[in-house]
């Protein structure tokens, strides 16, 4: 009898046993099935050699318009003060739906003179130019990083090839001149080094004949402090007559419009104009 029972318990238990290890496959095989795959390929080419990494390009549809010709040089100062903030943004579609079934526009705003076609376009193309430019930067953003995990894999793969570039093009110089794009990309670091060390030496050379660093960083910066300061004094003076807006999108080498003869303004209206 005892036998009986112990054969019985036996057999439970190694029954559990292998519920519980099936189980166990069955999550183990789950788990493999639900782990996503790298944003890299990699590539097993052999025992002992590291695999072959691939970056993702970017997507080949990718259409992204370029300004312009002639379109004034971007400059995000001019236009900090009117800028929408994200309340407005949020609201601004909306508030375009609300626009186009505005239909007593007329009356509730007759007193701004404003035609309602005019400010039903403003909002319109204000929320359109807000929501490329939201894409955009979202879109800057995520090339930012896929820029910077190629990079940091270029910067890895330069670290061995550039010793073995300058090796073999100390005993060929040849090999600078067929491949130049090469030799400068393999030498770009050099070469920053070498015009940080040589603007250095000029300003402090600069410095002790009495006078002010204007190389480099250092030299653009007090180029711009002196630009702003003339800006100024000739605000102070009254001699700047033109918004920096509307400036900004004046055609390049465009003659700034000349001044009204002084006989149009005696033949304006309300004056009297009396021949001899």
Do not use: C
Request: hydrophobic share 40%; charged share 15%.
């Amino acid at each position: 009898m005892t036998t009986k029972k112990s054969a019985t318990k036996t057999s439970e238990t190694t029954t559990q046993t292998n519920e519980e290890d099936k189980m166990t496959t069955k999550k183990t095989a789950a788990h493999a099935a639900t782990t996503s795959a790298p944003a890299t390929t990699a590539v097993a080419v052999g025992s002992g050699t590291p695999p072959l990494i691939f970056l993702q390009p970017p997507p080949a549809d990718a259409k992204i318009p370029v300004p312009p010709s002639g379109a004034a040089q971007p400059n995000a100062s001019n236009y900090r003060s009117v800028i929408p903030k994200t309340t407005e943004l949020a609201a601004l579609p909306a508030a375009v739906e609300n626009l186009q079934r505005f239909t007593n526009f007329a009356q509730v705003f007759a007193l701004s003179g404003l035609p309602y076609a005019q400010v039903l376009q403003a909002f319109t193309v204000g929320n359109q130019w807000s929501t490329m430019r939201k894409a955009t930067a979202a879109w800057d953003a995520f090339s930012m990083m896929e820029e910077g995990l190629a990079w940091g894999t270029i910067r890895s793969l330069m670290d061995r090839l550039g010793p073995l570039w300058e090796i073999t093009a100390a005993a060929d110089p040849s090999l600078a001149v067929t491949y130049p794009a090469l030799a400068t990309l393999f030498g770009a670091k050099k070469a920053i080094a070498q015009k940080a060390v040589s603007t250095k030496k000029l300003n402090k050379e600069a410095v002790a004949r009495g006078e002010a660093p204007t190389h480099g960083v250092v030299g653009k910066r007090r180029q711009k402090a002196a630009q702003k300061a003339l800006a100024a004094a000739a605000k102070a003076a009254g001699l700047t007559t033109t918004p920096a807006v509307a400036s900004s999108q004046a055609p390049a080498g465009a003659s700034p419009p000349a001044a009204a003869p002084a006989a149009s303004a005696a033949s304006a209206p309300g004056t009297t104009t009396t021949s001899h």
